[in-house]
T-cell receptor, first 114, second 113 residues
Framework: GDSVTQMEGPVTLSEEAFLTINCTYT??????LFWYVQYPGEGLQLLLK?????DKGSNKGFEATYRKETTSFHLEKGSVQVSDSAVYFC?????????????FGDGTTLTVKP | DAGVTQSPTHLIKTRGQQVTLRCSPK?????VSWYQQALGQGPQFIFQ???????QRGNFPDRFSGHQFPNYSSELNVNALLLGDSALYLC????????????FGPGTRLTVT
């Protein structure tokens, strides 16, 4: 079945540092890929998405590129802020075969220190 | 535009009891999915409702059941609660078009004692 693997955390960075959170997936067909962010005590918020190979999703300074050849969707940000501290989840969705249900990784906790 | 809303926010139940959680989807969304998120883990898919029918189900026992109403809102019912059912229950709504992503509610924190 489908699966998503994220780099293990926690990740601790200083403000303005460069962020990379690795995500790889296993899936048949052509899934859509997503990054979600979860702040403490809250539900998940869609951060960005890509629906086909070589697409780049971007939002709030974060970006990720759908790489089918390496089955990856790594999240990057050039300069993190304290307010970016949260848990980040990589996910895939196979709309045509699985009616849109999402498969999530286990999450990566990011802490940004001033 | 209200997003996805869930009620209640927190709930404490005793082992063996039954619980009902509620969800109202984002305006314009007709599909509702339910997820269970244990502490420190990613959400696990329970089931999805579309046009008042269960369209797909994850690996959860029959103790977990649901319903979708004509206004697209949904309920998740869990019978014979176990300690292991303690988790954050997330509702997500999505539009009918493919690849749109899901919009999540804040969740209901269920504690079973």
């Amino acid at each position: 079945g489908d699966s998503v693997t994220q780099m293990e955390g926690p990740v601790t960075l200083s403000e303005e540092a460069f962020l990379t959170i690795n995500c790889t997936y296993t899936a048949t067909g052509y899934p859509s890929l997503f990054w979600y962010v979860q702040y403490p005590g809250e539900g998940l918020q869609l951060l960005l998405k890509a629906t086909k190979a070589d697409d780049k999703g971007s939002n709030k300074g974060f970006e990720a590129t759908y790489r089918k050849e390496t089955t990856s969707f790594h999240l990057e940000k050039g300069s993190v802020q304290v307010s970016d501290s949260a848990v980040y989840f990589c996910a895939l969705s196979q709309y045509n075969t699985n009616a849109g249900k999402s498969t999530f990784g286990d999450g990566t906790t990011l802490t940004v220190k001033p | 535009d209200a997003g996805v809303t869930q009620s209640p926010t927190h709930l404490i139940k005793t082992r063996g009891q039954q619980v009902t959680l509620r969800c109202s989807p984002k305006s314009g969304h007709d599909t509702v999915s339910w997820y269970q998120q244990a502490l420190g883990q990613g959400p696990q898919f329970i089931f999805q409702y579309y046009e008042e029918e269960e369209r797909q189900r994850g690996n959860f026992p029959d103790r977990f059941s649901g319903h979708q109403f004509p206004n697209y809102s949904s309920e998740l019912n869990v019978n014979a609660l176990l300690l292991g059912d303690s988790a954050l229950y997330l509702c997500a709504s999505s539009p009918g078009r493919p690849g749109g992503g899901q919009y999540f509610g804040p969740g209901t924190r269920l504690t079973v004692t």
